[in-house]
T-cell receptor
Framework: DAGVIQSPRHEVTEMGQEVTLRCKPISGHNSLFWYRQTMMRGLELLIYFNNNVPIDDSGMPEDRFSAKMPNASFSTLKIQPSEPRDSAVYFC????????????FGQGTRLTVV | GESVGLHLPTLSVQEGDNSIINCAYSNSASDYFIWYKQESGKGPQFIIDIRSNMDKRQGQRVTVLLNKTVKHLSLQIAATQPGDSAVYFCALTGGGNKLTFGTGTQLKVEL
C-alpha cells in the first residue's frame, strides 16, 4: 500500500482564495483525521470521520473551514476564503482501529496564504 | 480541558547513549498514551503505545513508562542512533477517537 496520500504537497495562494486539500486514506481504514500543525499551536485535530461520517468537528477553527468524505477512499478539507493565519502544514491520517493509537499520517500539505 | 506538555523542547545525546523523553499530561481519563516520531518534512509516525492499566511496555530499543500517580509519561530509547534524530510527540486519547498531541521534543543525536 502507498500509505496515506495527500495532495498537493505545497500550496501557495492569495488571501481570499478558496483552497482545497485532498486525502486518500489507506484502503480498509475506517477512520480518517485532519490535523493542522503550526509552530505556535503544534498538532491540532480539526475533524475526524468514522465510516465516512463526521464524528467530531469541534477542532475546526471557524466556518471558513469545511471537510467532506464522500466515500471511503477520499476526503477534502476546504478553506474559503483563506487567510494568512491559515498558513500551516495540514496532515491527513487514517486508522483501522476504533481507538486510533496507530494512525498513519500522510506527508502533509504545506499551505501558505499570502 | 485536556493539556499535554513536554518538559524539554530540545534534547541532545551522544550516539550510543540512552535517551529519555518526558511528557506531562492532565487528562486522567485517557485510555491510551502514545509516542509518535516526526522526521523533518514527514508526517508523524507511530512508535509505541501503552494502555492506561499498564505502567511499562517495551518495544524494539524503546520503552514507555507510565506513572499515573504523577501523570507522567516517558519514552526511553536505548543506544540512540543518528536515525533517531526527530521530534517526538506524546499523545493521549480522550473523548472517543480524539488524539491530543503534546508540543514535541526535538531529539538531536551527536556523533
Amino acid at each position: 500500500d502507498a500509505g496515506v496520500i495527500q495532495s498537493p504537497r505545497h500550496e501557495v495562494t492569495e488571501m481570499g482564495q478558496e483552497v482545497t486539500l485532498r486525502c486518500k486514506p489507506i484502503s480498509g481504514h475506517n477512520s480518517l483525521f485532519w490535523y493542522r500543525q503550526t509552530m505556535m499551536r503544534g498538532l491540532e485535530l480539526l475533524i475526524y470521520f468514522n465510516n465516512n461520517v463526521p464524528i467530531d468537528d469541534s477542532g475546526m477553527p471557524e466556518d471558513r473551514f469545511s471537510a467532506k468524505m464522500p466515500n471511503a477512499s477520499f476526503s477534502t478539507l476546504k478553506i474559503q476564503p483563506s487567510e494568512p493565519r491559515d498558513s500551516a502544514v495540514y496532515f491527513c491520517a487514517s486508522s483501522s482501529t476504533p481507538l486510533n493509537t496507530e494512525a498513519f499520517f500522510g506527508q502533509g500539505t504545506r499551505l501558505t496564504v499570502v | 480541558g485536556e493539556s499535554v506538555g513536554l518538559h524539554l523542547p530540545t534534547l541532545s545525546v551522544q550516539e550510543g547513549d540512552n535517551s529519555i523523553i518526558n511528557c506531562a499530561y492532565s487528562n486522567s481519563a485517557s485510555d491510551y498514551f502514545i509516542w509518535y516520531k516526526q522526521e523533518s518534512g514527514k508526517g508523524p509516525q507511530f512508535i509505541i503505545d501503552i494502555r492506561s492499566n499498564m505502567d511499562k511496555r517495551q518495544g524494539q530499543r524503546v520503552t514507555v513508562l507510565l506513572n499515573k500517580t504523577v501523570k507522567h509519561l516517558s519514552l526511553q530509547i536505548a543506544a540512540t542512533q543518528p536515525g533517531d534524530s526527530a521530534v517526538y510527540f506524546c499523545a493521549l486519547t480522550g473523548g472517543g477517537n480524539k488524539l491530543t498531541f503534546g508540543t514535541g521534543t526535538q531529539l538531536k543525536v551527536e556523533l
